[in-house]
């Protein structure tokens, strides 16, 4: 079938019918249809709307004072109310990423030889991504999500939502989405690997460093889980109306895709490759202060006004992820030679709050986020940009199949929010 021109009959047909929707269809309620609608599912002050109780993990960010006031605090995660700093700080020792999906599918940290036996067990069955049928989608992520449907297909006890069949299906995924993310004839060769070394292996094709390792074992951890957000939601909502493991994990992927949750790592590798084109020495601040306020102003940059890496929902101080991320980054940008990019990105550190609030007084204080480090990461690490949303799905998988088995099992009602029709 012939290709249809930009100029034929029919695109000028769908442009008028187009453009008659946005006339006729735009949403502009009054104050009065607003009153009491949060639109994103957020309360006036940023905040989540709650629609539930969870175990499996808590943001912090503000603390209440005796008086009642709430005051911003130095940011911090938990998972299953331990500290992601306490597990961090075992980095090297221990697989970090193995130990934090235990701990968030199960409530506690293992013993030394239940984790030795889960990473064995999660290593064996990692070519339970062999064969997936994955399309031919030029997006990655895409595939992904088709070949988790899959896996729907290979399951004798796909639908089963008893408590032990959740908790081996959230084994397999696990255990499969390192494969599902990166297609290979060697999967069985990982078997005894743990995930981070696995990865590494199968995208540089050979044995990688520990020092490799120790660093992607901890960016997976740390992106283990993240309590409420877009595709977590996506994933609780799915699973409420009573759907498979297998449809709630493609959905959250799909989530997870969007430029605005996941897909922003990518927004700021691109804005680091803008700004080191445009300035020359990252460290000079007027210049770099310039080129962020030629950003704001949608002069640089993607025209959108945004700073990439910068804020959060929760975090106004910091974000732990990005604390952390940045301590075990700097010594490897300098050994890698990935010293101006690394400069550029703690010059969007440092300087682009005070720039925010001198252009757009007002709003509130913002701090660097998890996406700010975890792109040049993976880069120095040997990723192309294009893999840097997908890790970040084989790392949220667990905290994705926890939340998954606390609806499943302890909420019990489908998730229904409601819309207010203002025609």
């Not at 020359?280 to 990439?308: K, S």
């Given at each position: 079938m012939a290709s249809v021109s930009a100029h034929t009959p029919l695109r000028e047909a769908m442009q008028a019918l187009t453009n008659e929707y946005l006339d006729r269809c735009a949403l502009r309620p009054t104050p009065e249809q607003m009153d009491g609608v949060k639109r994103g599912l957020r309360n006036p002050d940023g905040t989540g709307v709650l629609a539930g109780v969870t175990r499996v993990s808590q943001v912090v960010g503000t603390?209440?004072?005796?008086?009642?006031?709430?005051?911003?605090?130095?940011?911090?995660?938990?998972?299953?109310?331990?500290?992601?700093?306490?597990?961090?700080?075992?980095?090297?020792?221990?697989?970090?990423?193995?130990?934090?999906?235990?701990?968030?599918?199960?409530?506690?940290?293992?013993?030394?030889?239940?984790?030795?036996?889960?990473?064995?067990?999660?290593?064996?069955?990692?070519?339970?991504?062999?064969?997936?049928?994955?399309?031919?989608?030029?997006?990655?992520?895409?595939?992904?999500?088709?070949?988790?449907?899959?896996?729907?297909?290979?399951?004798?006890?796909?639908?089963?939502?008893?408590?032990?069949?959740?908790?081996?299906?959230?084994?397999?995924?696990?255990?499969?989405?390192?494969?599902?993310?990166?297609?290979?004839?060697?999967?069985?060769?990982?078997?005894g690997l743990s995930t981070a070394a696995a990865i590494l292996a199968l995208s540089q094709g050979k044995r990688p460093t520990k020092e490799e390792v120790d660093l992607l074992d901890l960016c997976l951890m740390l992106h283990a889980d993240h309590s409420s957000n877009c595709s977590t939601f996506a994933c609780r909502v799915i699973s409420s109306s009573g759907a498979d493991s297998y449809a709630a994990i493609s959905g959250a992927i799909g989530a997870l895709k969007g430029h605005k949750h996941g897909g922003a790592n990518r927004s700021v590798a691109r804005q680091m490759q803008e700004i080191l084109a445009a300035v020359d020495d990252p460290t000079d601040e007027a210049a770099m202060r310039d080129y962020l306020g030629r950003v704001l102003e949608r002069?640089?940059?993607?025209?959108?006004?945004?700073?990439?890496?910068?804020?959060?929902?929760?975090?106004?101080?910091?974000?732990?992820?990005?604390?952390?991320?940045?301590?075990?980054?700097?010594?490897?940008a300098a050994k890698k030679g990935f010293g101006r990019e690394f400069a550029a990105l703690e010059a969007v550190e440092h300087l682009g709050p005070a720039v925010l609030a001198e252009r757009r007084p007002g709003g509130k204080p913002v701090c660097a986020n998890v996406d700010l480090y975890s792109g040049l990461i993976y880069r120095m690490l040997g990723f192309p940009d294009e893999l840097i949303t997908p890790l970040f799905a084989v790392a949220r998988t667990p905290g994705w199949c926890a939340n998954r088995m606390e609806e499943v099992l302890f909420s019990g009602r489908i998730i229904r929010p409601g819309y207010r029709f203002i025609g």
């Amino acid at each position: 079938m012939a290709s249809v021109s930009a100029h034929t009959p029919l695109r000028e047909a769908m442009q008028a019918l187009t453009n008659e929707y946005l006339d006729r269809c735009a949403l502009r309620p009054t104050p009065e249809q607003m009153d009491g609608v949060k639109r994103g599912l957020r309360n006036p002050d940023g905040t989540g709307v709650l629609a539930g109780v969870t175990r499996v993990s808590q943001v912090v960010g503000t603390r209440q004072r005796p008086d009642g006031s709430i005051e911003a605090i130095p940011g911090r995660l938990l998972y299953r109310g331990i500290d992601i700093e306490e597990l961090a700080s075992h980095a090297g020792t221990r697989p970090l990423f193995e130990e934090a999906c235990w701990l968030l599918l199960l409530g506690r940290l293992p013993t030394g030889e239940e984790l030795r036996e889960f990473c064995e067990t999660i290593s064996r069955r990692r070519t339970l991504a062999e064969g997936l049928d994955t399309g031919t989608s030029p997006d990655r992520m895409n595939r992904m999500a088709r070949a988790v449907l899959a896996m729907h297909d290979r399951d004798d006890n796909a639908d089963s939502l008893a408590p032990v069949n959740l908790l081996r299906q959230s084994f397999d995924l696990i255990a499969a989405m390192p494969g599902i993310m990166l297609p290979s004839p060697f999967l069985a060769e990982t078997a005894g690997l743990s995930t981070a070394a696995a990865i590494l292996a199968l995208s540089q094709g050979k044995r990688p460093t520990k020092e490799e390792v120790d660093l992607l074992d901890l960016c997976l951890m740390l992106h283990a889980d993240h309590s409420s957000n877009c595709s977590t939601f996506a994933c609780r909502v799915i699973s409420s109306s009573g759907a498979d493991s297998y449809a709630a994990i493609s959905g959250a992927i799909g989530a997870l895709k969007g430029h605005k949750h996941g897909g922003a790592n990518r927004s700021v590798a691109r804005q680091m490759q803008e700004i080191l084109a445009a300035v020359d020495d990252p460290t000079d601040e007027a210049a770099m202060r310039d080129y962020l306020g030629r950003v704001l102003e949608r002069r640089a940059g993607d025209g959108t006004g945004l700073i990439y890496g910068l804020g959060h929902a929760v975090y106004t101080i910091s974000d732990p992820r990005a604390v952390l991320l940045k301590q075990m980054a700097a010594p490897l940008a300098a050994k890698k030679g990935f010293g101006r990019e690394f400069a550029a990105l703690e010059a969007v550190e440092h300087l682009g709050p005070a720039v925010l609030a001198e252009r757009r007084p007002g709003g509130k204080p913002v701090c660097a986020n998890v996406d700010l480090y975890s792109g040049l990461i993976y880069r120095m690490l040997g990723f192309p940009d294009e893999l840097i949303t997908p890790l970040f799905a084989v790392a949220r998988t667990p905290g994705w199949c926890a939340n998954r088995m606390e609806e499943v099992l302890f909420s019990g009602r489908i998730i229904r929010p409601g819309y207010r029709f203002i025609g």
